[in-house]
């Protein structure tokens, strides 16, 4: 079974340049979602689908960053401008369905660097 | 407060050595609680999960959970080289959304 695709791996980018990042969740996993994490840090969460519905984009911040799961299936963060802080790795994750204890499969990330 | 705390600085343990790492949370509600394993470069991969009170085995990790004191810990039993890596706590509180602690590193001295 193939496991959570992100693309790409690397990024590095001019501050006020916009981004964009994909994800493809594991067959069949109806809730995906986006977390950024800082170096030391543990994943903070940015954003949760259940198949197309954001159902939880408090942590947001959506004056610079979207989001979109068309179809349910795939799904793009994008940055517009990104900053110097954005640096980070984005991290996406699936799971079967977002009830608790479900286990979220995490993909390989992707690395921003903002100069 | 944070939700999830691991205060705790790198481990070094010998090998073949127990390691053992705490974590505690605020949210008294919390009912699902997960440790993941993050190599150096690589996406958290989740190796144990409990819920209820008690200490659940998986091979050579267990993980130790007290609801009443608010804290789940995970041992590694005859640890290994290949056990080196940032150990993640996550809880999930009554929100439903996953919060990870900031981790704590172990290292595994051959």
């Known amino acids: 079974e193939a496991g959570v695709v992100q693309s790409p791996r690397y990024k590095i980018i001019e501050k006020k340049q916009p981004v964009a990042f994909w994800c493809n969740p594991i067959?069949?996993?109806?809730?995906l979602y986006w977390y950024l994490q800082n170096l030391g840090q543990g994943p903070e969460l940015l954003i949760r689908?259940?198949?197309?519905?954001?159902?939880?984009d408090s942590q947001l911040p959506k004056d610079r960053f979207s989001a979109e799961r068309l179809k349910g299936v795939d799904s793009t963060l994008k940055i517009q401008p990104a900053e110097l802080g954005d640096s980070a790795v984005y991290l996406c994750?699936?799971?079967?369905?977002?009830?608790?204890?479900?286990?979220?499969?995490f993909g390989p990330g992707t690395r921003l660097l903002v100069l | 407060q944070k939700e999830v705390e691991q205060n705790s600085g790198p481990l070094s343990v010998p090998e073949g050595a127990i390691a053992s790492l705490n974590c505690t949370y605020s949210?008294?509600?919390?009912?699902?609680f997960f440790w993941y394993r993050q190599y150096s470069g690589k996406s958290p991969e989740l190796i144990m999960s409990?819920?209820?009170?008690g200490d659940k085995e998986d091979g050579r990790f267990t993980a130790q959970l007290n609801k009443a004191s608010q804290y789940v810990s995970l041992l590694i039993r005859d640890s290994q080289p290949s056990d080196s890596a940032t150990y993640l706590c996550?809880?999930?509180?009554?929100?439903?959304?996953?919060?990870f602690g900031k981790g704590n590193q172990v290292v595994v001295i051959p």
């Open positions: 994750a699936s799971s079967l369905d977002g009830q608790g204890g479900e286990t979220q499969y």
């Open positions: 067959s069949g996993h109806n809730t």
């Open positions: 689908y259940e198949n197309e519905e954001a159902v939880d």
């Open positions: 949210d008294r509600g919390s009912q699902s």
């Open positions: 409990i819920y209820s009170n």
């Open positions: 996550a809880v999930r509180p009554g929100n439903n959304r996953l919060a």
